[in-house]
Nanobody, 123 residues
Framework: QVQLVESGGGLVQAGGSLRLSCAASGRTFSMYVMGWFRQAPGKERELVAIIGSGGSTYYKDSVKDRFTISRDNAKNMVYLQMNSLKPEDTAVYYC?????????????????WGQGTQVTVSS
């Protein structure tokens, strides 16, 4: 298991930007598929973006062209750059890690989770 700690959340006006960071422990970080998920009040947790060990990415349709996921394996870090934020992006954002050897979008295949960071977008 890898330990994950998110940071960078906050309150921003619609149209603004935030950058979330996720610090991971462990010597095998580069082997993990890393993902950002979010959960709004009263809603199920959903996938936002994922990045494979080789850098392949996948995005939820509603965040394509606005969000960018990236990783720095040398620093054990994953980032989510969020631009053109909308009120509907308001949620707790979670960083997660999966050991499966493919780019998975299944929440159940992510075995390690951070504590979450709140993102609030005001209209």
């Amino acid at each position: 298991q890898v330990q994950l700690v998110e940071s960078g959340g906050g309150l921003v006006q619609a149209g603004g930007s935030l950058r979330l960071s996720c610090a991971a422990s462990g010597r095998t970080f580069s082997m993990y598929v890393m993902g950002w998920f979010r959960q709004a009040p009263g809603k199920e947790r959903e996938l936002v973006a994922i990045i494979g060990s080789g850098g392949s990415t996948y995005y939820k349709d509603s965040v394509k062209d606005r969000f960018t996921i990236s990783r720095d394996n040398a620093k054990n870090m994953v980032y989510l750059q969020m631009n053109s934020l909308k009120p509907e992006d308001t949620a707790v954002y979670y960083c997660a890690a999966s050991r499966v050897p493919y780019l998975t979008t299944r929440l159940s295949e992510f075995g390690s989770w951070g504590q979450g960071t709140q993102v609030t977008v005001s209209s």
